[in-house]
């Protein structure tokens, strides 16, 4: 059965990036880090919002340099929810959609297929997939940061009634956590 994972790293103090957009926080700190590969082994098609997105295409340059996508995604399309025209890099499948989570649904579920969907960012769009009902997991790598301000992790309220701790790991200055999140 396809899962909806939330798989990210956050701050201490729950931002996924500072009040810039700025992620250089969770790069300042050497990380061993889950197994990249065998988390990417299980996605069938990842999902973000259209702030995630651009940042990715800027920070890794994948505009001038589309080589580098296969090497962070593969060939595994991404949607991308959007109100914008945005670019793609060369040879990515992008696919942009817009309007409610629940219409888009069936179609990410098929584009997954057996396997599960990753939702890469951001907390607004993960918050949208929960209200929806298709939230199953969280993976959760806290960074020794802390941020003031800054973009939150999940901005919905989850209570401890709806959250199973399935396993905690640490990787060097890192600790990982996983949470089924139940209806």
């Known amino acids: 059965m396809t899962s909806v994972v939330y798989s990210t790293a956050t701050t201490l103090t729950g931002q996924l990036a500072d009040e810039h957009h700025s992620l250089s926080w969770l790069f300042a700190v050497e990380s061993e880090g889950p197994d990249h590969e065998a988390f990417l082994a299980g996605i069938g098609v990842l999902v973000s919002g259209s702030s995630t997105y651009e940042w990715v295409l800027r920070e890794e340059d994948l505009l001038a340099h589309p080589e580098k996508w296969p090497s962070y995604y593969g060939a595994r399309p991404m949607v991308v ?9 060369e040879g990515a499948d992008v696919r942009f959609v817009r309007g409610p989570v629940a219409d888009a649904l069936p179609s990410i579920r098929a584009l997954a297929g057996e396997r599960d969907i990753w939702l890469i960012g951001g907390g607004d769009l993960v918050g949208q997939f929960d209200d ?10 806290y960074a020794p940061a802390t941020l003031p301000a800054g973009m939150p992790l999940l901005p919905r309220r989850i209570g401890p009634d709806r959250l199973v701790l399935r396993d905690v790991q640490r990787f060097g200055q890192f600790a990982h956590l996983s949470y089924d999140v139940t209806r």
């Open 81 to 89: 929810f959007t109100s914008r025209e945005l670019p793609v890099p």
């Open 132 to 141: 929806a009902g298709a939230l199953d997991r969280l993976e959760l790598t």
